[in-house]
């Protein structure tokens, strides 16, 4: 069985600096998926940024970026210039055959 | 702008009483799947369905959760008979299976909150 392992329950990043977000994960395939998603207090389900594992190039989206090792099992997410509106509970996520697992979470919190 | 939508999205029940959920995928996706959400447990897989047929419920407890898609656009999900600890906020996605591997990309519906009482 896969797990994801988010060590942070909290960060906290002062606006307009730059965050990173761990997220590890362990499983015996080599072809899947990593997610970022963003739950503000809305309780919505946001997808922030989608990486393959069999792409080497690290996924950005505007503001935000992973650092992808696969070998370390390692997921990240970099949030650059945060923004009040980036302060949310982010989770990570691993999909492999149609079944995804998620972390627990890490709350960020975006101080003015 | 293509959206998952799910009804209702507040329910406030008693203990005994039938609860159906419902959710509509994004036009198009061929796959959905149901989460519940609680503090204790966090996010967890209930069921998921390709193509209209369940591929995994193992994640549902059996005795009084069923999921069903009546048809490719609209997916259900009862609580018969509802228990207090059935309260939490149960989220549907869609996806599409695209791309290397043909893994999908899921996109949330904005959930049900259910408290049972």
């Known amino acids: 069985a896969q797990t994801v392992t988010q060590s942070q329950p909290e960060m906290s990043v002062q606006e307009a600096e730059t965050v990173t977000l761990s997220c590890t994960y362990d499983t015996s395939e080599s072809d899947y998926y990593l997610f970022w998603y963003k739950q503000p207090p809305s309780r919505q389900m946001i997808l922030v940024i989608r990486?393959?594992?069999?792409?080497?190039q690290n996924a950005t989206e505007n503001r935000f970026s992973v650092n992808f090792q696969k070998a370390a099992k390692s997921f990240s997410l970099k949030i650059s210039d945060s923004q009040l509106g980036d302060a949310a509970m982010y989770f990570c996520a691993f999909t492999n055959a149609g079944k995804s697992t998620f972390g627990d979470g890490t709350t960020l919190t975006v101080k003015p | 702008d293509a959206r998952v939508t799910q009804t209702p999205r507040h329910k406030v029940t008693e203990m005994g009483q039938e609860v159906t959920m419902r959710c509509q995928p994004i036009l198009g996706h061929n796959t959905v799947f149901w989460y519940r959400q609680t503090m204790m447990q966090g996010l967890e897989l209930l069921a998921y369905?390709?193509?209209?047929?369940?591929?995994?419920d193992s994640g549902m407890p059996k005795d009084r959760f069923s999921a069903e898609m009546p048809d490719a656009t609209l997916a259900t999900l009862k609580i018969q008979p509802s228990e207090p600890r059935d309260s939490a906020v149960y989220f549907c996605?869609?996806?599409?299976?695209?791309?290397?591997?043909?893994?999908?990309?899921?996109?949330f519906g904005p959930g049900t909150r259910l408290l049972v009482l």
């Open positions: 990486q393959e594992a069999y792409k080497q």
């Open positions: 996605a869609s996806g599409l299976p695209t791309g290397h591997g043909q893994r999908e990309t899921q996109y």
């Open positions: 369905f390709r193509n209209r047929a369940p591929l995994d």
